[in-house]
């Protein structure tokens, strides 16, 4: 359709509308309102790739991808339970764990914390959580009584390394049974530790996680040797845990539950697909609003130019060269549009991190605190096919703009027109 008469008018047209004053002005604000819409919802979609990736492998990186946790009784034999999930080619690995709440205490000062059994070495090779010690190290785990805490808990409680902290626990459920009094009044365990470790990741984990060593965890809940409350997963991709988690019970003798992180922190990612959702679709509808300024470009044109039409027309130029020739001319604007916002667009979102960070710095404020969220920066990924989608969406609506003043300027009638002049 787009002939080489067609350019060659679609340009003159848009060379000779700079020189207009009004007309060149709305010629500009279509272009730059398609540029803004571009480059904003580039550096959108950028910035919700950056909060998935953060969510997949900071999050994540100490979160359980998935769990199996016995029903009634424990699991038993975790060893050779171990070793069967670790065969499976989705299951990076595996390791058991005994997990259940209970109190800490140091003095007056009381904290409410979940206290996780583990095996020192597997534990590590699903959970970052060693990497993230700020005081002691993680296989101080391994001696007697000994207790690894989060940040918030040790401010809460204002203890340190080598500091000693009382535990309450409840009583093994194996000790109730039969005893009603009990159950309806139990009386909590209490257990000294010492504390060996401290970690410091962001957000809630530090003010509820405590970590103690797997026997210690047996001891104290009642579990023989070879026993454990359930096994960790950590599998290679994240976002196909659920059915990774399903695949793997089904290999397994006993009853268990199921359990993966889209249940504990599967908001999250919601509300980052949700964000992402509305984002779009309010700044389609910028990009709308924009292009649809090049429909009062271009009717203006065609009122300028309707002598320069009925011409063309006597000349024996087609409908379709004349259309043709008006749809390129609001074309440019979008093209032009379009690639002012994609090149501002990639050059914001690849520094976007550094830009917010200047820009903290220069206003002395923290836009995300590691205390209430998983990180205290604003990560960005920019991704191909998110500018490619950004670019057909912007050009399909600049296009479809077109079409009505184009067509407008093929029912030029040259009798009328050229009778007047």
Known sequence: MLKPLSIFIGLRYVRSRQSEGFSSFI????????????????????????????????????????????????????????????????????????????????????????????????????????????????????????????????????????????????????????????????????????????????????????????????????????????????????????????????????????????????????????????MLIALVLVIAVASFNIVSTLIMAVNEKKSDIAILKTMGAKPSTIMASFMFQGLINGILGCFIGTCFGILISLNLTEIIQTIESMLSVQFLSADVYFIDYLPTVLREEDVITTVIIALIMSLLATIYPAWRATKVEPAQVLGQT
Request: proline share 4%; glycine share 8%; hydrophobic share 45%.
């Open 27 to 278: 010629s500009a604000s279509s272009t730059f309102g398609i540029a803004i819409g571009v480059m904003v919802l580039i550096v959108g979609l950028s910035a919700m790739n950056g909060f998935e990736k953060a969510l997949a492998k900071h999050l994540l990186s100490i979160v359980p991808h998935g769990e199996i946790v016995g029903v009634n009784e424990p699991i038993d034999d975790w060893h050779q339970n171990v070793a069967r999930i670790q065969r499976h080619q989705q299951v990076v690995a595996a390791a058991p764990f005994i997990k259940t709440q209970a109190m800490m205490q140091n003095s007056d000062q009381l904290k409410g914390v979940e206290i996780r059994g583990v095996d020192i070495s597997l534990e590590q090779q699903v959970s970052a959580i060693s990497t993230y010690m700020t005081a002691g190290k993680w296989q101080d785990l391994a001696q007697k009584n000994s207790v690894i805490i989060g940040a918030g808990i040790a401010r809460k409680l204002s203890v340190k390394v080598g500091d000693n902290v009382q535990l309450l626990l409840p009583p093994p459920s194996r000790s109730q049974a039969g005893n009603s009094a009990v159950k309806q009044f139990p009386i909590p365990m209490k257990q000294q530790a010492r504390v060996v470790g401290v970690f410091k990741f962001g957000g809630t984990v530090d003010d509820t996680q405590a970590f103690i060593n797997l026997a210690m965890a047996s001891k104290l809940l009642d579990y023989k040797q070879g026993e454990a409350q359930g096994i960790r997963l950590k599998v290679n991709d994240v976002f196909s845990a659920p059915q990774i988690v399903r695949n793997v019970m089904f290999n397994l003798d006993s009853y268990v539950y199921m359990l993966d992180w889209t249940r504990s922190h599967g908001h999250l990612f919601n509300d980052i697909q949700l964000v992402r959702l509305v």
